[in-house]
């Protein structure tokens, strides 16, 4: 392709035990799905169908990684959660189909800068600028199906500086990952690339200049941030 400009290569996540990457298209980022996060947010859970936000690719940081503390914040928040790696494509994709769109999963960060987040809310606007951000989206290495299977249960947690802060299981999910796939492809056409950051367990709360996080999903994998002085 002969772009008129410099621009960035496609953003990529490692795959595991393999020399290939996975190209992130779009990041689709599912709100309160586990009950006590959601009771945490001041909302009933049982009263909601499930809302989606996005992240822009480039938002991904790789495992391991050092990253400066985002800009116009202060307060800055983990929300650790599992990751569906999307690898077939599709809309109004029937739930008992879902499974077979999914390449494989990961253990993601969705980084939330909760000031900018909640003034939004207040003033009845968009979520972006609390949500899409540089750096916003580390991500561990995908694990695929061959490998991970579809983890439908097991511990997911997160440490700050080796205190634990959120500590929940997948199964908790109120919307699991079939519904889950099923239900925003009937909003979008799902591409392959498309990675889904499947919502966070209780306990959510604020990160430092300094701070390490690490986060956990059973079968799937340990990721390590540390957020630069
Ligand atoms: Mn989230």
């Not at 709360?205 to 701070?211: E, I, M, T």
Request: aromatic content about 8%; overall charge neutral; hydrophobic content about 40%.
């Amino acid at each position: 392709m002969n772009y008129a400009i410099d621009f960035p290569a496609t953003p990529v996540l490692p795959v595991a035990e393999s020399n290939k990457v996975f190209p992130v298209g779009r990041i689709y980022c599912v709100g309160r799905n586990y009950a006590e996060h959601a009771r945490e947010m001041g909302h009933d859970p049982d009263r909601e169908p499930p809302f989606f936000f996005m992240k822009p690719a480039d938002a991904v940081v790789q495992n391991g990684a050092t990253i400066p503390f985002p800009r116009a914040t202060q307060d800055l928040h983990h929300e650790i959660e599992m990751v569906v790696a999307i690898g077939k494509g599709g809309a109004d994709i029937p739930e008992d189909k879902a499974l077979d769109r999914i390449f494989g999963y990961g253990v993601g960060l969705d980084m939330t800068r909760r000031d900018i987040q909640g003034e939004a809310k207040k003033m009845g606007r968009p979520w972006e600028m609390g949500k899409a951000f540089d750096n916003s989206a580390p991500c561990t290495l995908l694990k695929p199906v061959s490998m991970a299977g579809h983890p439908a249960k097991g511990a997911i947690w997160l440490k700050v500086n080796g205190a634990v802060k959120q500590k929940g299981d997948l199964a908790e999910m109120i919307w699991n990952v079939p519904e889950t796939i099923a239900y925003l492809s009937r909003l979008v056409t799902l591409r392959p690339g498309d990675l889904i950051m499947s919502g966070t367990p209780a306990g959510v709360g604020p990160v430092q200049r300094g701070d390490k996080l690490e986060g956990h999903v059973d079968g799937v994998g340990d990721l390590t941030i540390t957020y630069a002085r």
